[in-house]
Every structure is written in structure tokens, then in C-alpha cells.
């Protein structure tokens, strides 16, 4: 199976190093406008695809930015492989600001956003029991080693619908939970992936400790840029990292978890969907319909 890899750069990631041959462009999705357009190229021989969550200039919010199209989009630019990077609070000590987390369960508290492709004709209900690619994550394991970067190799990922901070009773609440991490973007977005079929996997980079930590106060806006920065340059070497990871692994099919299949035995509708249905999830689901 030929790997295409879709990276989405969250804050402070808005571009990777390396790409070549790259141009932005303007991908359609039946769900609407994505985020951005998509710059595509080449980083070592292998098709990268990338795409700014916010926009280039940041102007879409946790809510408002339309999950359902950036995966659509994706999935139409043939990506393979999605790598989220996605900045977060800690809710733990030793994970540190400038850490980073390869996250492994979420728990959704978000409210105002679209979760799934399938309604209006179509019904589908797939396993998000492991909600990212162990395979994937492995590759990331790997190339985190030869980039330097510190990397938690698991976390729960708390994801709040913002687009304010935690008050200090909610940051406390979630560490009595188990969480590891908080943020904002990785829901509907993990959710969305696996109905898509894509392997996704989340390197969350830690910026602050949230508000409960008692020696850092409330999170302040200016630190978590400065952190940004530093964060960034670790996160496009790791990316650049994975490259060779992932070119090893061109061939290997189907996914070991499952990602690529997760369509399989989802769908609770039985009669012929109507063709529109099949046109608006021609991309997430082409594969099923094509058998």
C-alpha cells in the first residue's frame, strides 16, 4: 500500500521543513470549506500533504473549525497516515512544559461540534475503543528518538470544547479523572479519522500545566507563545523524522489495529443508500461502496 502522509499543524505549526516540489491547494469537500487549502509535496520521496487546523493565519477557533471537511479533504488528497500536532496543557508533574505526549485515549467534553459523517441517510458505528494507530504511533516512537525530542510515550487527552482555559475547579476535576493532558482540537478530529479509515496519530506538545498546578499560576497566553516556539522546531524535526519510518513501512496492508478497515462492519443501513448519500461519502467511505 502506497503511504501518503497528512500532517495538521496546530498552533504554532503552520508550516514543515523539508517539502518539496510544494504548492497550496484548493481541495473541495462535500461537508463544506476545510480550514485551509492543502500544501502538497514531497519530503524524501514520499507525497506530504499538509494542513494548517486554523489557517495560515489562525483565524478558525477549536469550534469553528470544520473537522468533517479537513478529513474529507485529506482523505481526497489520498492520505494515508494522518500525524496531528496539537499544543496542550499537563495535568501531570514530570509531563513538563516543552514535553511531548504521544497520546493514546481521549476523553470528548466538547458540545458544539459535528462528530460524525454518517446521518441524513446513512448510519455507521465504528470502534474508537483505541482511538489511534498503535502502528503509527510506533513509527513516531522511533523517529522521536533520533529528533531528541522528550516524548511520553501514552496519555489520556482531555478535550474541552474552549475556547477558554479550565477555571481552576475544572483543571482539578479532570486530574481526579486520570487525564493527562487537556486541549481543545483532537475531538471530533481522532473520531472523524477512523470513520475516514485513515491511521491517525496525536503528538500532543505541552505548553503549560492548565491552572491547578499551584507554583504556575493561571495559564498566561505569552508564555505558552514562547514555549510555541521552541515546541515547533522540535515537532517539524520529528516530522521530518518520521519520513523514513514511514517509507519503511510502504507496503505493510492492511493496518494492524485496523484503521484502514474500520468501515468494514459499520454500516446499519440497509437499503441502497440514495446517490447523494454515496457523493457526500464518496472519499470517507468509497472503499465500502466499491465492493
Given at each position: 500500500m502506497t503511504k501518503v502522509l497528512g500532517?495538521?499543524?496546530?498552533?504554532?505549526?503552520?508550516?514543515?521543513?523539508?517539502?518539496?516540489?510544494?504548492?497550496?491547494?484548493?481541495?473541495?469537500?462535500?461537508?463544506?470549506?476545510?480550514?485551509?487549502?492543502?500544501?502538497?509535496?514531497?519530503?524524501?520521496?514520499?507525497?506530504?500533504v499538509f494542513l494548517p487546523r486554523h489557517g495560515r493565519a489562525h483565524t478558525h477557533t477549536p469550534t469553528t473549525i470544520n473537522y468533517r471537511a479537513n478529513i474529507d479533504a485529506l482523505k481526497r488528497a489520498g492520505v494515508t497516515d494522518v500525524i496531528s500536532i496539537s499544543a496542550c496543557g499537563s495535568f501531570r508533574e514530570e509531563m513538563a512544559p516543552g514535553d511531548f505526549v504521544l497520546v493514546d485515549q481521549f476523553i470528548d467534553r466538547t458540545f458544539a461540534r459535528e462528530k460524525t459523517f454518517f446521518e441524513d441517510g446513512a448510519?455507521?458505528?465504528?470502534?474508537?475503543?483505541h482511538p489511534t494507530c498503535g502502528g503509527l504511533g510506533q513509527l513516531i516512537l522511533t523517529a522521536a528518538t533520533r529528533a531528541g525530542a522528550k516524548l511520553h510515550d501514552s496519555g489520556t487527552y482531555l478535550a474541552m470544547e474552549g475556547p477558554q482555559f479550565s477555571t481552576l475547579a475544572e483543571s482539578h476535576l479532570y486530574r481526579s479523572w486520570g487525564c493527562d493532558v487537556i486541549g481543545m482540537t483532537n475531538m471530533p478530529e481522532a473520531k472523524l479519522a477512523r470513520e475516514a479509515e485513515l491511521c491517525y496519530a496525536t503528538v500532543a506538545m505541552v505548553t503549560d500545566y492548565d491552572s491547578w498546578h499551584p507554583e504556575h499560576g493561571e495559564v498566561d497566553v505569552t508564555e505558552i507563545r514562547n514555549i510555541l516556539d521552541g515546541n515547533s522546531k522540535k515537532a517539524r524535526k520529528l516530522i521530518s523524522e518520521i519520513i523514513p519510518e514511514l517509507k519503511k513501512a510502504q507496503g505493510r496492508h492492511p493496518c494492524v489495529q485496523g484503521c484502514d478497515h474500520a468501515l468494514e462492519y459499520a454500516f446499519m443501513t440497509h437499503a441502497d443508500l440514495a446517490?447523494?448519500?454515496?457523493?457526500?461519502?464518496?472519499a470517507v467511505a468509497g472503499r465500502v461502496f466499491a465492493k
Open positions: 500532517v495538521i499543524g496546530g498552533s504554532g505549526i503552520y508550516e514543515i521543513d523539508g517539502i518539496e516540489n510544494g504548492q497550496w491547494i484548493a481541495v473541495e469537500s462535500t461537508f463544506g470549506e476545510p480550514s485551509d487549502e492543502l500544501f502538497v509535496g514531497e519530503v524524501d520521496g514520499l507525497k506530504t448510519v455507521a458505528h465504528v470502534s474508537v475503543a446517490p447523494e448519500v454515496k457523493a457526500r461519502l464518496s
